[in-house]
């Protein structure tokens, strides 16, 4: 049985073993941080793509709160050229209950005679009502109105034809970290700016939508309130209507 020299280290074998991948010049180390430089490149340039689509989903929110709204708006055109009309049938058949009186009897002629006309309404000029929408709504409209054209800018189709001018190509990220040209962290700046400036649009496209849902609110209140107000007119025509057939068939 050979002794073993009193110098000789049973662990010194497996400490050379470990070090010896790391290799001369730290050549480890700087694949990493490329590496690492490449990762937060990509993942920032996802977070702003993530915020222009966000950004887009916001201005064609925006479009279709304009368009509901101008459909809201011609509704109450609707029910306000309903309600005229309805209150031109009941001024109408005021007047034939005076003529249905007057033939029915002398004493309903005298009657008539003396007893004040019912007050005419006036016709509307050129046929069309005059209805407004309230103010908050109106203004909300103006205000996204002017959006439409951000709207087009952001929509996915036109974007993708106008990449190349404005955003970074992920092809000039990957050789610029590849070639060590990272000059100060251009790129990650320009992303972080482009960032900020999605987000600063996003909240005020958020605080437009907000205005334009409380202007939405308000005219569908008024709207309800027209709609009950019409439809105890309708009732009371329909009642009125069945009492002057009656009258008519007894006569």
Known sequence: ???????????????????????????????RQ???????????????????????LLYE?????????????????????????VDKMDQDLKTSQRHINSIKSVWGGLVNYFKAKPPE???????????????RLKEAMISSKEQESKYQESHPNLRKLDNSDH????ADLVSSVQSDAYPKNQ???????????????????????KSLALGLQTEIEEQDDMLDRLTKKVETLDVNIKNTDRKVRQL
């Open 1 to 31: 049985m050979s002794a073993l020299p009193r110098s000789y280290n049973p662990f010194a074998e497996d400490e050379e073993e470990d070090v010896a991948p790391a290799g001369p010049g730290g050549a480890g180390g700087a694949e």
């Open 61 to 85: 929110s925006e479009r279709i709160g304009v368009a509901a709204s101008e459909e809201l708006v011609r509704q109450g055109e609707a029910l306000k050229r309903t309600e005229q009309m």
């Open 34 to 56: 490329r590496y690492l430089q490449q990762e937060v490149l990509r993942r920032t340039a996802a977070t702003a793509d993530s915020t222009t689509r966000s950004l887009s």
């Open 121 to 135: 309404s006036k016709p509307e000029q050129n046929g069309a009502p005059e209805y407004y929408a309230n103010s």
């Open 187 to 209: 790129h990650l700046r320009a992303y972080h700016q482009k960032i900020d400036t999605n987000l600063d649009e996003m909240s005020s496209g958020l605080s437009r939508l």
């Open 167 to 170: 955003d970074f190509n992920k």
